[in-house]
């Protein structure tokens, strides 16, 4: 390393002069670089030189990193450059409102832009100008950027109090992901929103949870998304209006007509071909119509709890890997007609859902949406239980035995073992489609 003037003269603004370390070659075509000082006083451009040479080393270390094909390492390299050459990276737009003096300096610090026969330096033009566009946050991402940027709410709070503050934020983003997935922030439409909203109407009524428990869901995911999309200048709109749910919002969603299933649901092809219904969804769709369980509990079978073999075919609903809804829940239900068939094609259960039922209700009900298979804007891929249970009904089977069936609480005291297996199967032969 030395310091000189640029023509070797005594006298003159000085210079470091090195040369390039083999490591930046394939972002610093000169061997050699000359950095001005700007000052003619060696003692100045002697305390000059060291942070000269770290800021330089900086940028080519940047510009390195900006060789990655992934985008947020390219964004990231590009925002350290821009930090590296004096200034804050912005977006192109932003660059194109600053004043003239500023766009000025942006353009002259670009290596090879003025008063060179270098070609301009790409990665410090995009760097300095705003070219390198942020990559997708997704809302898992979002997650982790809100921490930092709700810092202020976290200040004084104890271990304890922090980790009761984190969880039902962290909760809320994981129902939302399993629904819709992890999609980036930008692309969150309003669909996606009333899917979620749909799902926790299913889960209120399946779960005889408050209103209140999915208006925490909603507003902690909302607030993870606002405060990033403030935080971080985003502009997004972002479509979380108009979601919370009212006290009389978790009203029993209307059954199936048993015309609507024989012509619709089930007619020939009506879930099938390319852009069906998957397999899965498919069967355990099928399978309600005649056992009226919850999605879930069809979700979690496995080959142990599927009895195909049985005299009477039958399902068993038990804590096998996960926990039932209530101790109530906990029984087991004969297989017939349309739903037999499609626990045969599937006799060791469905293991795409069997941990992710959450998106299970949703991918149904937006199939059946699109489709035109919905029998009317209040009706989810959970009337297909209120069906059964009409069914059953106007069968004349007796209340205790549907409620064994459902998985209900018996409004009285239970005494017995309740319907054989063999008794149920022929109660239920009337219901069967």
Not at 27 to 40: A, G
Not at 218 to 245: A, E, Q, W, Y
Not at 311 to 323: D, L
Request: glycine share 6%; charged share 30%; with cysteine.
């Amino acid at each position: 390393m030395a310091i000189t003037t640029r023509d070797g003269s005594v006298k003159g603004t000085l210079y470091l002069y090195r040369r390039v370390p083999k490591r930046y070659a394939s972002v610093e075509p000169r061997k050699f670089v000359w950095i001005s000082l700007h000052t003619d006083s060696p003692s100045v451009a002697k305390t000059k030189e060291a942070a000269m040479w770290e800021q330089m080393v900086a940028a080519w270390e940047a510009k390195l990193a900006g060789d990655s094909t992934d985008a947020q390492e390219r964004f990231a390299a590009a925002r350290d450059l821009a930090e590296a050459r004096g200034f804050r990276y912005m977006r192109a737009e932003q660059v194109a409102k600053l004043p003239l003096e500023e766009l000025r300096d942006r353009f002259a610090a670009v290596t090879g832009f003025k008063d060179s026969p270098e070609t301009p330096d790409m990665r410090e033009a995009a760097a300095l100008l705003g070219a390198e566009k942020a990559p997708p946050l997704s809302v898992s991402a979002a997650l982790d950027l809100y921490w930092t940027l709700a810092k202020d709410k976290t200040l004084g709070k104890s271990e304890d109090q922090l980790r009761r503050w984190k969880n039902p934020r962290v909760k809320a983003v994981k129902n939302f992901i399993a629904v819709v997935g992890d999609k980036a922030i930008h692309d969150i439409t309003g669909d996606d929103m009333l899917d979620f909203r749909n799902w926790w109407m299913e889960r209120l009524e399946e779960e005889d949870l408050t209103p209140n428990s999915a208006n925490k869901d909603l507003i902690h995911l909302g607030d993870v998304l606002k405060t990033v999309n403030r935080m971080k200048r985003l502009g997004l709109v972002l479509p979380l209006s108009d979601l919370s749910f009212k006290e009389g919002d978790a009203k029993k969603r209307p059954p199936f007509s048993v015309k609507w299933i024989k012509e619709k649901l089930l007619a020939p092809g009506a879930l099938d071909g390319l852009d069906g219904l998957n397999p899965e969804a498919r069967a355990i769709l099928i399978a309600m119509v005649n056992t009226g369980c919850r999605p879930s509990e069809l979700a979690a079978l496995t080959v142990n709890t599927i009895k195909l073999n049985h005299n009477v075919p039958h399902i068993s609903i038990e804590p096998e890997g996960r926990q039932v809804k209530t101790k109530h829940a906990r029984r087991i239900v004969p297989l017939l007609g349309v739903s037999l068939e499609a626990l045969r094609a599937f006799p060791e259960g469905f293991p795409r859902y069997r941990d992710s039922s959450a998106s299970l209700s949703a991918t149904v009900n937006k199939f059946l949406r699109e489709n035109g298979l919905m029998e009317s804007d209040d009706h989810t891929l959970y009337s297909l239980r209120h069906s059964f249970e009409d069914r059953m009904l106007a069968a004349g089977i007796d209340d205790r035995i549907r409620r064994d069936i459902l998985g209900h609480r018996l409004s009285r005291e239970r005494y017995g073992d309740g319907a054989t297996l063999e008794h149920m199967q022929q109660l239920l032969q009337a219901t069967a489609l």
